[in-house]
């Protein structure tokens, strides 16, 4: 029986990664075997006993090596215990959650063979300064909503220790049918 726990994340500027070696570090303290990987970097699902797969949100869609990810490995996700974080709201404003819950419910609704233990949103971070094309030119156009935005991070550390810390139980293995 494989006995390690799979931590995947998805980056492009380093925040998705940073929540994703909190989750690990704090799944190891619980006596888990945990292996933290890009998950462009994974080939197999062989040696995993769980997943954890996070993510952030570009324009409304998961990353797309979070998309890769779970096309390319739709057989063996099928069959093991999820946990899923996404990141993506860039502040604490209600109505700016709801409409990013709305872009989180659509993406799961592209799985419906994925059946997540635990899916779980958490606040992102923003730097203009580190863009790179296309999406430093994105941001500058009218319509962007994060024309102008100031640098913030809304990554809420206590939330995302706390949900980590609930996984233990949910990441058991399912019962064999
Ligand atoms: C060009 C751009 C588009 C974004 N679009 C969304 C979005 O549609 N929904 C959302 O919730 N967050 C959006 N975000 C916020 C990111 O999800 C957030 O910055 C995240 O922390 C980035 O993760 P990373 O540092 O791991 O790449 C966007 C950020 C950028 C720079």
Do not use: C
């Not at 769980?50 to 869609?61: N, Y």
């Not at 109505?95 to 419906?112: I, M, N, R, S």
């Not at 971070?125 to 790179?132: S, T």
């Amino acid at each position: 029986m494989p006995e390690s726990i799979l931590v995947g994340y998805a980056s492009r500027y380093g925040s998705t990664r940073e929540v994703a070696e909190a989750v690990a570090a704090i799944l190891s303290e619980k006596g888990l075997d945990v292996d933290l990987q890009p998950l462009r970097k994974v080939e197999s699902l062989e040696s995993y006993r769980a997943v954890v797969l996070g993510a952030p949100l570009f324009i409304g869609l998961w990353h797309k090596d979070a998309r890769n990810f779970l096309a390319r490995n739709r057989e063996a996700l099928a069959k093991l215990p999820v946990a899923i974080f996404t990141l993506g709201p860039l502040n604490k404003e209600e109505k700016d959650w709801a409409e990013v819950k709305g872009q989180l419910d659509k993406e799961l609704a592209k799985y419906p063979w994925l059946k997540p233990v635990a899916s779980e949103l958490f606040g992102g971070k923003y730097d203009p300064g580190k863009l790179r094309f296309p999406y430093k030119l994105l941001v500058t156009m009218p319509a962007s909503p994060l024309r102008h935005m100031p640098a913030s991070d809304a990554r809420d550390w206590e939330k995302i220790r706390s949900w980590a810390a609930g996984l233990a139980r949910p990441l058991r293995p399912n019962k064999p049918k």
